[in-house]
């Protein structure tokens, strides 16, 4: 079965720290995305990527890096973390003809001291 | 620009009742339309999807949800509804533009909650 997973599940970080979001798929789909959850808002789409070694910019973007080194693993970079970055994260894949149909993971909560 | 509007932040009603969670979007041409759903302490999983044709499509677990072109809506629909129903519903919409980037637009979501 297609699995999406995401470590840390948890994380607590410092203002101005570094954060790395992992995210892994054995679906070998060739699309993946970074979304975060905020009361309020629904998903918003950080960044995605059509397969290794690109990175596009989603809807909010700002003060978010990404990195797609092989089709498995998509990364969600936070260089200087602010507590406005304070969410839940959740990474999908979807395969390239019914892209829209996404698989997700379990998602990571992190906080921002 | 594309935007989706769930109405109704929460949708409460009893085990048996029948359900309709309203979604509208704004697109300038034809959408592609997708319900999600989100358990409590779960991850989004895939319900159903409107592409082209039939104007009510079925989904998993029952659901089902009507596209109407005239309103701009895509209602999800189930009936009778259970308490296993309870979740976190999201409407969500892809352009069709040809290039298939998978980049959906979500609405902020909609609490069900089932009573026994």
């Known amino acids: 079965e297609a699995a999406v997973t995401q470590s840390p599940r948890n994380k607590v970080a410092v203002t101005g720290g570094k954060v790395t979001l992992s995210c892994n798929q054995t679906?070998?789909?060739?699309?993946m995305y970074w979304y975060r959850q905020d009361t309020g808002h629904g998903l918003r789409l950080i960044h995605y990527s059509y397969g290794a070694g690109s990175t596009e910019k989603g809807d909010i973007p700002d003060g978010y890096k990404a990195s797609r080194p092989s089709q498995e693993n998509f990364s969600l970079i936070l260089e200087l973390a602010t507590p406005s970055q304070t969410s839940v994260y959740f990474c999908?894949?979807?395969?390239?003809?019914?892209?829209?149909?996404?698989?997700f993971g379990p998602g990571t909560r992190l906080t921002v001291l | 620009a594309q935007s989706v509007d769930q109405p109704d932040a929460h949708v409460t009603l009893y085990e048996g009742a029948s359900l309709e969670l309203r979604c509208s979007y704004s697109?300038?041409?034809?959408?592609?339309l997708f319900w999600y759903v989100q358990y409590p302490g779960q991850s989004l999983q895939f319900l159903l999807k409107?592409?082209?044709?039939?104007?009510v499509v079925k989904g998993t677990k029952g659901f089902e949800a009507e596209f109407r072109k005239s309103n701009s809506s895509f209602n999800l629909k189930k009936s009778p509804a259970h308490w296993s129903d309870s979740a976190k519903y999201f409407c969500?919409?892809?352009?069709?533009?040809?290039?298939?980037?998978?980049?959906?637009?979500f609405g902020h979501g909609t609490i069900l909650r089932v009573h026994p």
């Open positions: 409107y592409i082209t044709g039939d104007a």
């Open positions: 969500a919409l892809g352009p069709n533009t040809g290039a298939n980037t998978g980049k959906l637009t």
């Open positions: 999908a894949s979807g395969d390239n003809w019914a892209s829209y149909e996404q698989y």
């Open positions: 697109y300038s041409a034809a959408p592609y």
């Open positions: 679906n070998n789909h060739n699309n």
